[in-house]
């Protein structure tokens, strides 16, 4: 959901340059025209006085919270990017091969 704070709001019209699609301009003020246009969210980051308010809708948030408490989601999404378990390794994370370390001999 897609909120115009009018107090906030001085009539800059970026977010008309930037999103004309999302919003027109009356009486020197923003309104919404779509809010569901592709570039609310940049035009809501360029505006000058923080007036355009972008609101998540209550049964998304309630979702993404019980989501987010889903055991093993965190392994989940990083295994997902290759961040999971090992990343950035060819396997078992180890210190590399340096002579006879790592045979199980101890120091030599």
């Known amino acids: 959901m897609v909120k115009i704070d009018?107090?906030?709001?001085?009539?800059?019209?970026?977010?008309?340059?930037?999103?004309?699609?999302?919003?027109k301009m009356v009486?020197?003020?923003?309104?919404?025209?779509?809010e569901n246009a592709s570039c609310i969210a940049e035009a809501a980051n360029s505006c000058p006085q923080g007036a355009i308010i972008l609101e998540e809708n209550?049964?998304?948030?309630?979702?993404?919270?019980?989501?987010?408490?889903?055991?093993?989601?965190?392994?989940?999404?990083?295994?997902s990017f290759g961040r999971g378990r090992n990343f950035g390794?060819?396997?078992?994370?180890?210190r590399g091969h340096r002579g006879n370390r790592g045979q199980g001999k101890g120091r030599r």
């Open 58 to 79: 209550k049964n998304q948030e309630e979702a993404s919270a019980r989501q987010a408490f889903r055991p093993g989601f965190i392994n989940t999404i990083g295994s």
């Open 89 to 94: 390794t060819g396997g078992p994370i180890s």
């Open 27 to 34: 009486n020197r003020k923003a309104i919404i025209e779509d």
């Open 6 to 23: 009018e107090n906030r709001c001085v009539g800059c019209g970026i977010c008309v340059n930037i999103c004309p699609q999302g919003f």
